[in-house]
């Protein structure tokens, strides 16, 4: 299994993995949608991610078979050129695939995650932030998804990283605290809490402005 930068055209097979390593939350927002509009919509998703910026890590294997990913954002790495009519025609492609009572629910859960935010300590300055980490049922286990964190880790260098983790998901906290992350806060959204983690900036490493 290689970790290699993920592509847009990889956006397809990583809305694949995420599907299957986190079905509760596409069956509490999707329970009535067929797995083939699904896996578009999650596509999009994921799609308009990438054209806004982030950066991708896959792990595929001797095939090129997407088994895990990475997606995050780092201060550290150039900024790319946002191609606004790609972007535009991809949002009104996902809003294909989304019913209005479907849209509706994700933008309400997304009013409660912002609006329930609670910190026990002040939040170092973001200088990165992983976006999404997620590995295939049949790879977890395996130390995969560490391979993903570390590698994405190093491209972000010695700033702050930043991000949010389910609150009952153990093996991916456990995960997070073993690569230097700690809990500041928890906040929630409509399927339960959410656990606010960063990576501190190691010391004498500056933060960005």
């Known amino acids: 299994m290689r970790i290699v930068p993920g592509?847009?055209?990889?956006?397809?097979?990583?809305?694949?993995?995420y599907i299957d390593a986190f079905p509760d939350s596409t069956a509490?927002?999707?329970?009535?949608?067929?797995?083939?509009?699904?896996?578009?919509?999650?596509?999009?998703?994921?799609?308009?991610i990438l054209q806004l910026g982030a950066e991708a890590l896959v792990a595929v294997d001797q095939d090129g078979a997407v088994a895990?990913?990475?997606?995050?954002?780092?201060?550290?790495?150039?900024?790319?050129?946002?191609?606004?009519?790609?972007i535009i025609k991809t949002g009104l492609?996902?809003?294909?695939?989304?019913?209005?009572?479907?849209l509706g629910k994700l933008a309400y859960s997304r009013v409660l995650f912002r609006r329930h935010v609670q910190l026990r300590d002040k939040l170092?300055?973001?200088?990165?932030?992983?976006?999404?980490?997620?590995?295939?049922?049949?790879?977890?286990?395996?130390?995969l998804g560490r391979?993903?964190?570390?590698?994405?880790?190093?491209?972000?260098?010695?700033a702050a990283v930043l991000l949010e983790v389910r609150a009952n998901n153990a093996s991916a906290k456990?995960?997070?605290?073993s690569c230097g992350f700690r809990s500041f806060g928890t906040t929630r959204d409509s399927l339960g809490?959410?656990?606010?983690?960063?990576?501190?900036?190691?010391?004498?490493?500056?933060d960005p402005v």
């Not at 492609?93 to 479907?102: I, K, M, N, V």
């Not at 456990?174 to 605290?177: G, I, S, V």
């Open 7 to 17: 592509k847009l055209e990889d956006a397809g097979q990583i809305a694949q993995v």
């Open 28 to 48: 509490f927002y999707f329970p009535h949608k067929d797995r083939k509009r699904l896996e578009e919509a999650v596509k999009c998703g994921f799609q308009l």
């Open 68 to 86: 895990g990913y990475c997606i995050f954002s780092s201060q550290a790495l150039p900024h790319r050129g946002k191609a606004w009519g790609s």
């Open 93 to 102: 492609r996902a809003l294909a695939y989304l019913s209005p009572w479907e």
């Open 124 to 143: 170092p300055p973001e200088g990165g932030r992983i976006v999404s980490i997620a590995v295939s049922r049949r790879f977890q286990g395996k130390g």
């Open 147 to 158: 391979k993903l964190l570390v590698q994405a880790l190093t491209e972000m260098g010695p």
């Open 174 to 177: 456990a995960l997070y605290h």
């Open 193 to 206: 809490p959410w656990v606010i983690m960063a990576r501190p900036a190691p010391g004498g490493a500056k």
